[in-house]
């Protein structure tokens, strides 16, 4: 776990930094249900513009950044669902995401909202599932680079999550 988890809004300036951690983090994803096409297709086409253009559909994205302020992850969410978790490898297994979770559940647990949901890869399923997620069904979803990809439905009733 890291003593101090710093986190702030997205930034355009962000965008570059973010398609990095996010290409990093998809391309290190070591499971054995995913072939190495499946995650350069996964990978493919991510732009630094893009953040941006999420945020302009109504995407909420929250950066964890380094003492140098350089990001490490992210976690994208609407009003009612959790999007991505990513954290650069490097990164990774010191709480980052965890604290990203965290925060999201907090937000979603707005009145109204009584689940968290998120699509998850099968990679990440222990993830979610040490933070209180279960399994609701398998599914599947296309890539970016064109391929089907099989994910997990998982879910969190939200009524022990602390609101804002």
């Given at each position: 776990m890291?003593?101090q988890?710093?986190?702030r809004?997205?930034?355009?300036?962000?965008?570059?930094?973010?398609?990095?951690?996010?290409r990093?983090a998809?391309?290190s994803t070591?499971?054995g249900a995913?072939?190495g096409?499946?995650?350069?297709s996964?990978?493919?086409g991510?732009?630094d513009d893009?953040?941006?253009d999420?945020?302009?559909?109504?995407?909420?994205?929250?950066v964890?950044v380094d003492?140098?302020n350089?990001?490490?992850?992210f976690?994208?969410?609407?009003?009612?669902?959790?999007?991505?978790?990513?954290?650069h490898?490097?990164a990774q297994?010191?709480g980052?995401g965890t604290?990203?979770l965290?925060?999201?559940?907090i937000?979603?647990?707005?009145?109204g909202?009584e689940?968290?949901r998120?699509?998850?890869?099968l990679?990440?399923?222990?993830f979610?599932?040490?933070n209180g997620?279960?399994?609701e069904?398998v599914?599947?979803?296309?890539?970016?680079?064109?391929?089907?990809?099989?994910?997990?439905?998982?879910?969190k009733?939200?009524?022990d999550?602390?609101h804002?």
């Amino acid at each position: 776990m890291i003593d101090q988890l710093n986190i702030r809004l997205f930034r355009r300036e962000d965008g570059a930094a973010l398609a990095d951690v996010h290409r990093r983090a998809i391309l290190s994803t070591r499971h054995g249900a995913y072939s190495g096409e499946d995650l350069e297709s996964w990978a493919y086409g991510l732009r630094d513009d893009g953040y941006a253009d999420s945020i302009l559909l109504g995407e909420l994205i929250e950066v964890a950044v380094d003492e140098s302020n350089v990001p490490v992850a992210f976690c994208a969410r609407t009003d009612t669902e959790i999007l991505a978790i990513y954290t650069h490898p490097e990164a990774q297994r010191r709480g980052i995401g965890t604290g990203l979770l965290a925060r999201a559940e907090i937000a979603l647990g707005e009145p109204g909202v009584e689940i968290s949901r998120v699509r998850s890869s099968l990679g990440a399923e222990n993830f979610y599932l040490r933070n209180g997620y279960v399994r609701e069904d398998v599914g599947i979803w296309t890539t970016r680079g064109g391929r089907s990809l099989d994910v997990l439905h998982m879910i969190k009733p939200l009524a022990d999550v602390p609101h804002v």
